[in-house]
């Protein structure tokens, strides 16, 4: 749970920061904090000898400068008075459930924060429809005399002033915590009892979390985490400005501002062409002329479904060339090479050879992989070549392009509009399965596009490259976050992603809607954008027509891969954060998606990704 609490908080804190932990205990969460964001923590305890520990461990962990405690009583004394205003955030995890008037906790929470600072909480607490005395067992023995329902909270938390008010329900996860505090008795009894534990208090204590498990597969208990943020004074809209000042760049840029009504979409294109050296043309040189300019190879990086998907229609449709597909050794599906890249003559390979000569190649990795990708192709490039090559950049979400690829190539935008995955028959065999498959790749309009164009066309897949493209990217990019991650929390495909959950849907895309208005890099997309309820709308209806098909990063998921977060909604975050602007849904969607990767013991993946929504 505290990954998640760090995921609410990202892009809030860093070195000039301060956060107050509520109930900081031992200082654990305060400590790690401070390692994560750099910010100054200040711990309210009302233990002294714990805030003593605390202390201690910090000076041990050499970040005692950017921490204190305050030994306290929230419910006796109130926060301090001359706390008012001081914080940029405010943690706690499980203790709020111990205050005697919650009400009057969460307003003086709300009076220590700075006007649009955020608080982050996490608590044990009833089911909606649980009894009195139901819970009983639980407030006798935590120090809880009243235990709140997340409705009781969350009126609370407005009632305190505070909006843009959330909960995310993880009481799923609760039973298997549980149990495993129950383990770790079992595992640690003699030695407790050895170090001065009464074995009665152990062995109840066992036995009422035995019996939590219960309650909790029975609705009785709720385990969650709350975020709200303190009011600030009203103020003109950031996008009314944001929107005047994309309108006058667009009218003094020479992209047409006139509204699309309606879309074209190519069928499969003649597989006469070749791909050609120069750049530019209108595809109708001749095959010959075309042959004596094409180079002997054409490099994929990346064997996911889209890597090998080109892979094999380049190999297919005989392009006189060697087909090279690089895929880490140590991920290679053996069934796939056997029945897909042997069957169609694609050479994979684990390490690219050197000195390559090549005008045409392919990124087709995830994002997270991309930094790595351009530098064992830019490594692999021959030193003698005539001209840099063209290098298609197809992945999901947003990447920058690396810069060890900038100085050796050009690189072009590309975005695909289908669903790609390997696909086994009841005879062993496996093919490719394309869902969308008439959809087109896009290009970007650059002239060294040209020559992707010209390459897919011959390789048989269907492709264009119109002024639209950078609306027709973005468009991609809110299918993807509306949907991807989505479906990994909701654990569903794109049909019951759109049949069951399509509200929280429209709630992602409207926040995806306002953030990307104020991000400079898609300022070439909205020219050509409809409205806003127009965009939603097909959104929704472009990932209804996925049908049964998974989403890539639900894929991901489900195989135990590493996940594209922050390029998706991650990338959401980081524009917000650097905007000024808030993102509670894109946030509490990634924070449940990280969990849910924590959960699976998956500790490295977590770190990765907020390293990398940090940077």
């Known amino acids: ?52 520990l605390a202390e201690e461990e910090a000076t041990r962990l050499g970040i005692q400068d950017n921490f204190d405690t305050r030994q306290g009583d929230f419910d006796a004394d109130g926060l301090p008075e001359e706390w008012t205003q001081r914080f940029d955030g405010v943690w706690s995890e499980e203790v709020i459930c111990h205050s005697k008037n919650k009400p009057a906790l969460l307003k003086e929470i709300n009076r220590v924060l700075k006007p649009g600072a ?60 549980l149990k495993g505090m129950v383990q770790r008795i079992d595992d640690k009894l003699d030695e407790m009892v050895a170090k001065g534990v009464d074995k009665d208090y152990a062995l109840n204590f066992r036995q009422s979390l035995s019996d939590r498990v219960g309650a909790v597969e029975e609705g009785r208990f709720v385990w969650g985490a709350f975020t709200a943020t303190k009011k600030q004074d009203p103020a003109p809209s950031p996008f009314l400005r944001l929107q005047q000042n994309r309108r006058a760049a667009a009218a003094g840029s020479g992209i047409s ?49 889209v890597g090998t998907y080109l892979a094999v ?26 029945n897909i890249y042997e069957k169609h003559g694609v050479q994979i390979v684990g390490e690219l050879p050197k000195d390559l000569s090549v005008d045409v190649a392919f990124i087709t990795t995830k994002t997270h992989s991309l930094r790595q990708a351009a530098a064992d192709l830019a490594s692999s490039l021959g030193a003698e070549q005539d001209g840099p090559p063209v290098v298609g950049m197809v992945h999901n979400g947003f990447a920058h392009v690396p810069e060890s690829l900038e100085h050796c190539a050009r ?45 897919l066309e011959a390789a048989g897949v269907p492709v264009k490259s119109e002024e639209d493209f950078y609306y027709q990217k973005l468009s991609k990019f809110l299918v993807n976050c509306t949907g991807n991650l989505l479906a990994v929390a909701r654990n569903c495909d794109c049909a019951n992603l759109v049949g069951r959950h399509e509200k929280e849907m429209v709630e992602l895309f409207d926040e995806l ?33 996925y049908g049964s098909h998974l989403p890539s990063t639900k894929m991901d998921f489900d195989s135990n ?32 998606v990280l969990a849910l990767v924590e959960a699976r013991g998956n500790v490295h993946q977590v770190q990765r990704m907020l390293q990398s929504l940090r940077a």
């Not at 002997?296 to 990346?302: A, E, N, Q, R, Y």
């Not at 969308?436 to 970007?444: D, K, Q, S, Y």
């Not at 890099?521 to 209806?541: C, Q, S, V, Y």
């Not at 959401?572 to 000024?580: H, K």
């Open 561 to 592: 891969r590493e996940l594209e977060i922050d390029s998706l909604n991650g990338y959401i975050l980081s524009v917000a954060a650097a905007n000024e602007l808030d993102a509670p849904v894109n946030r509490g969607l990634v924070a449940e």
């Open 411 to 455: 690189p072009v935008s590309c975005v695909t509009r289908g669903g790609y995955a390997c696909k086994a028959h009841p005879d062993g065999s496996i093919d490719m399965e394309v869902k969308n498959g008439h959809e087109p790749w896009l290009i970007e309009p650059v002239p060294e596009g040209q020559r992707i164009v010209k390459f």
């Open 257 to 305: 501002s006139h509204g699309i009504t309606g879309r074209t979409f190519s069928t499969m294109v003649d597989r006469s062409g070749r791909a050609s050296r120069s750049g530019g043309g209108t595809g109708s040189e001749s095959r010959s002329e075309a042959t004596a300019s094409a180079k002997d190879s054409v490099v994929i990086v990346g064997a996911g479904h």
């Open 118 to 177: 955020a608080l982050c909480f996490s608590d044990i607490m009833a089911g909606e429809d649980a009894t009195a005395d139901e819970l009983r067992s639980f407030t006798d023995r935590n120090a809880t005399v009243v235990m709140y329902r997340p409705s009781d909270y969350l009126a609370d938390l407005q009632e305190a002033d505070f909006g843009a008010v959330g909960f995310m329900d993880f009481s799923e996860h609760l039973p298997a915590f």
């Open 1 to 52: 749970m505290g990954t998640l609490l760090q995921v609410q908080l990202q892009g809030r804190l860093g070195p000039s920061q301060q956060l107050l932990d509520l109930g900081s205990g031992h200082g654990s969460a305060a400590h790690a904090n401070i390692r994560r964001f750099g910010c100054k923590v200040t711990g309210f305890n009302l233990g002294a000898l714990q805030n003593k």
């Open 313 to 338: 229609s380049s190999a297919r449709n005989n392009l006189d060339r060697d087909v090279i597909l690089k895929t880490r050794p140590e991920s290679s599906n053996q069934d796939v090479a056997e």
């Open 513 to 545: 809607y306002d953030v990307l208005q104020a991000d400079g890099a898609m300022k070439n997309a909205w020219a050509f954008a409809p409205g806003r309820a127009e965009l939603r709308d097909a959104t929704i209806e472009a990932i209804a027509s």
